[in-house]
C-alpha cells in the first residue's frame, strides 16, 4: 500500500513538473497589444512638427488626426512562454496570432524589420502624392522598373532603370491634370494598364533605356487577385513642388498612409478639416488616394480609445475586424475606400451632421 501511494504520489509531482514546464516552452506564436498613438498634426519630443513642409506655407490647427500602431511580442529569437500567450488570449485587449504572420519562412528578424522601414518609407511618399492630387498641386511620377520578378514574362526583357513611356500606343501622364484627385499617374497608370486585361493577353510597352527607345511585347499571366500580371516591379521618381518630411521614430511599415495624407492636407490647408475633432484611423493609401485594409484593427480601436478619440477612420476592406475590439462600440467608426471619401467624412463631422459611411 506504502509503495503505491508513494509511486501515486511520485506521478502527480511529476505531472504537475511537465505541466509546468511546458507552460515555460518557448511558442512560435506573437501577441499583439495597443501600441502608441501619434498625432500627425502634433510636434516631436524636441518641438519640430511631425509633418514639416517646406516650399509652401503650412498651417497648425485644433484636432487631432492620429495614426495609431499594434505592439508585438515574441517572434523566432523572442519566442514567449505557453503562460504568456494563454494569459493574452483571455486578456480583450490583446491577440494570440501565428509567427509566421509577421515572421515569414526563412526571413529573419533584422529583415522584417528592414521591409517594414522600406514600406514605411513608401506610404509616406504615396501619401504625399495623394495628398497633393487631392489639392490639385502638380507633381511629376515617373515610372521605372525596379526589377522583373523571376520566372514572369518580364524576365530577362526589361531591365532595372527602363523607364516606361507608354502601354499599348497610350502614353504614361507623368502629372495630374487637377481634374480628378484619383487620377492615374506614373505606375498607378501602368498596373491600371495591366491589370485591367484577360491574362493570357499581349501588352506592349515602349521603354526608354539609357536615352534609347526600346519596344517590347510581354504576354500577361495571372497575378494576385485574379488579375493580368507581367511581373514588373514599378518604382515611381517623383518629384514634388513641396518638401514634405515626416518623422515618426521607430515605427515601420505601411498602415499609417491615410492618416498621413489627411495630415499634410491639413498642414497645406487655411482651414482645418477636422473642425477641431479628435479623430484616429488606419489604412494603407495609394497615389491614387485608394486606401487599403491593414490588420490589428482591434487593438489599435483600443489604443485610439484610450487616446480620447471620438471618430475611428477604417478601410471598408478591414470592416471586419471592428466587432472584434474591446472599444467596438466606445468609437464612432467611419468606413473609407478613398482619400475623397475620408475627406467627404470630415467635412460632415465638421458640420455637425450625422450622415457618415459606417461598417456593417
Known amino acids: ?104 519562412a526563412g526571413r529573419s528578424q533584422e529583415e522584417v524589420t528592414e521591409r517594414q522601414t522600406v514600406q514605411m ?45 507608354s502601354v499599348d500606343g497610350r502614353q504614361v501622364p507623368t502629372s495630374a491634370t487637377g481634374d480628378d484627385p484619383e487620377e492615374l499617374v506614373g505606375s498607378a497608370f501602368v498596373v491600371e494598364q495591366v491589370s485591367s486585361r484577360e491574362a493570357g493577353d499581349p501588352v506592349e510597352f515602349v521603354l526608354d533605356r539609357g536615352g534609347e527607345e526600346v519596344e517590347v511585347e510581354l504576354e500577361t499571366v ?12 514599378i518604382a515611381d521618381d517623383m518629384d514634388f513642388p513641396v518638401d514634405i518630411a515626416i518623422s515618426v521614430g521607430e515605427i515601420g511599415g505601411p498602415s499609417a498612409g491615410m492618416m498621413f495624407a489627411l495630415g499634410i492636407i491639413d498642414r497645406l490647408s487655411e482651414e482645418g478639416i477636422t473642425g477641431g475633432a479628435r479623430i484616429a484611423g488606419s489604412g494603407t493609401i495609394t497615389s491614387d488616394g485608394r486606401v487599403g485594409g491593414v490588420s490589428g484593427i482591434p487593438q489599435k480601436m483600443v489604443s485610439a480609445q484610450r487616446d480620447g478619440a471620438e471618430y475611428f477612420f477604417v478601410a471598408a476592406e ?39 459611411p459606417r461598417c456593417d
Open 1 to 104: 500500500m506504502v509503495r503505491r501511494v508513494l509511486t501515486l504520489v511520485t506521478a502527480l509531482v511529476l505531472l504537475v513538473g511537465l505541466g509546468f514546464g511546458s507552460l515555460q516552452l518557448p511558442m512560435p506564436y506573437l501577441v499583439a497589444a495597443p501600441g502608441v498613438t501619434l498625432n500627425t498634426l502634433g510636434e516631436q519630443d524636441d518641438g519640430r512638427p511631425i509633418i514639416g513642409v517646406e516650399g509652401a506655407d503650412s498651417y497648425e490647427h485644433d484636432g487631432s488626426l492620429s495614426m495609431v500602431t499594434v505592439q508585438y511580442a515574441g517572434g523566432p529569437e523572442h519566442r514567449l512562454n505557453l503562460f504568456t500567450l494563454v494569459t493574452a488570449w483571455l486578456s480583450p485587449s490583446q491577440a494570440v496570432l501565428p509567427e509566421e504572420l509577421l515572421f515569414p
Open 121 to 165: 518609407n513608401d506610404s509616406q511618399t504615396e501619401a504625399t502624392a495623394a495628398a497633393l492630387n487631392q489639392l490639385n498641386i502638380d507633381y511629376e511620377a515617373i515610372p521605372r522598373v525596379a526589377e522583373a520578378v523571376e520566372g514572369m514574362p518580364a524576365e530577362g526583357i526589361v531591365e532595372p532603370e527602363d523607364r516606361i513611356l
Open 318 to 356: 478591414s470592416c471586419s475586424q471592428v466587432a472584434q475590439s474591446a472599444a467596438y462600440g466606445e468609437l464612432d467608426v467611419v468606413r473609407v475606400e478613398t482619400l475623397t471619401e475620408a475627406m467627404e467624412a470630415l467635412e460632415v463631422i465638421r458640420t455637425g451632421g450625422d450622415d457618415l
Open 222 to 233: 495571372e497575378g494576385d487577385g485574379d488579375s493580368a500580371a507581367v511581373g514588373v516591379l
